[in-house]
């Protein structure tokens, strides 16, 4: 069907940058749009950044003007470079697509999350 794979986590000092990437694979046929959520211990899921098909952006508050979402249509990817990281901004990250598979079916696919740790 369709897979999701993060990669980029790790361990960072506060102000560091890390590099996520997700690759999309699968029997898809097109991308509506991707992001990044991410959830820290004793929170709620939330929407970090997104990107539509035709470049659109968008990021929570907490994020803009640190973070850059991007995404390489010919390779099904999409990247979240993160900038001057907060230890607020540990987490798991997930990455989202929101897709249609061959044969015209739409669906909403999740990776499997990797860890972002921010130390102080």
């Known amino acids: 069907q369709v897979q999701l794979v993060e990669s980029g986590g790790g361990l960072v000092q506060a102000g560091g940058s890390l590099r996520l990437s997700c690759a999309a694979s699968g029997s898809i046929f097109s991308i509506n749009a991707m992001g990044w959520y991410r959830q820290a211990p004793g929170k709620q899921r939330e929407l970090v950044a997104g990107i539509t098909s035709r470049g659109s952006t968008l990021y929570a508050d907490s994020v803009k003007g640190r973070f850059t979402i991007s995404r390489d249509n010919a390779k099904n990817t999409v990247y979240l470079q993160m900038n001057s990281l907060r230890p607020e901004d540990t987490a798991v990250y997930y990455c989202?697509?929101?897709?249609?598979?061959?044969?015209?079916?739409?669906?909403?696919?999740w990776g499997q999350g990797t860890q972002v740790t921010v130390s102080s």
């Open positions: 989202n697509a929101d897709l249609i598979i061959l044969g015209g079916r739409r669906g909403d696919y």
